[in-house]
């Protein structure tokens, strides 16, 4: 991890505030001696969880106060006019004075993504910004994007949005050359629409390692491993909802099993490390936190509802973002592929 990286949290952000974002990022500060925090909110409500999490001085946390909360049905452009010192908008703004790497926040996504592209402007040559995050698969972890950042995308902005990915991909999971999928409707070139058509000929005349149409079993469950799976927001919001209520329903099912009667009770001791490790390899807090990629500045968004595991999530995936320089790699991939277009 780099030394000294400092992240603005949010502290007023999401379902549950300060209850949640103080002791999961204290957790985080705990297991990395080179993280420095900015609790961004209501000072007296900060102090008062630190106080209550044993956390009263220290030199590697800093209260910056905001006089404002963004709530999570606030419009975005209501929170661009009338909330301007909020939580959120204060955090992000450390990200662009350069007093914090990176953003992590809670808070509604709308408002969030709004304020974040507002503050610190768009990557040149990237013309939105895309919503990626790692869903769990047979083979490991699969990054996908977009998530919901743009509901309409354009075969060029799906293009970008491969070219972001790929480098993201690079960087944290370390491989060369990522393998890039585009989500449709089947394998087959005479598939999908027009859109996902055009984007599938700029993946083609690019050197990008794009291996064609993928399904939708590809997520989780596809015969070959991508490391890349690129859509547009709302079909990838669409799929990221569905994937976390089918492990809450098997979640579910299965709790009810094993409560029917003493002798499933007495199955489920006997079985507890596989569920357990079942468990362990679908919890969707374990893949909590969201990158905003296109942005002159890292900001990690965490799901409204995240509990404490959840949200430490999220503030990991910053740290580790931060020590690889996402936006940097991302600005210098773009201006070659700029370039090379140009010839």
Known sequence: MSIGSTIAIDAMGGDFGPEVTIPASLQCLKDNVNLRLIFVGNETVIREHLEAQGHKDSKRIRIQHASQKVEMDDSPAKVLRTKKDSSMRVAINLVRSGEADACVSAGNT?????????????????DRPAIISTLPSVFGHTHVLDLGANVDSSAEHLFQFGVMGSELVKAIDGIDHPTLGLLNIGEED???????????????NSDLNYIGFVEGTALNAGSTKVDLIVTDGFVGNVALKAIEGAAKMIGYA?????????LTKLTALVVMPVLSNFKQRIDPRLYNGATFLGLRGTVIKSHGGADVVAFANAVKIAEVEIAQDIPKKISERVQQVLAERKH
């Not at 709308?110 to 990237?126: D, S």
């Not at 299965?254 to 003493?262: G, S, T, V």
């Open 190 to 204: 005479m598939k999908g629409n027009e859109q996902v058509k055009m984007a599938a000929q700029l993946f083609e």
């Open 110 to 126: 709308g408002a969030l993504m709004a304020t974040a592209r507002f503050v610190l402007k768009m990557i040149p040559g990237i």
């Open 254 to 262: 299965l709790k009810e099993a094993f409560n029917k009667n003493l």
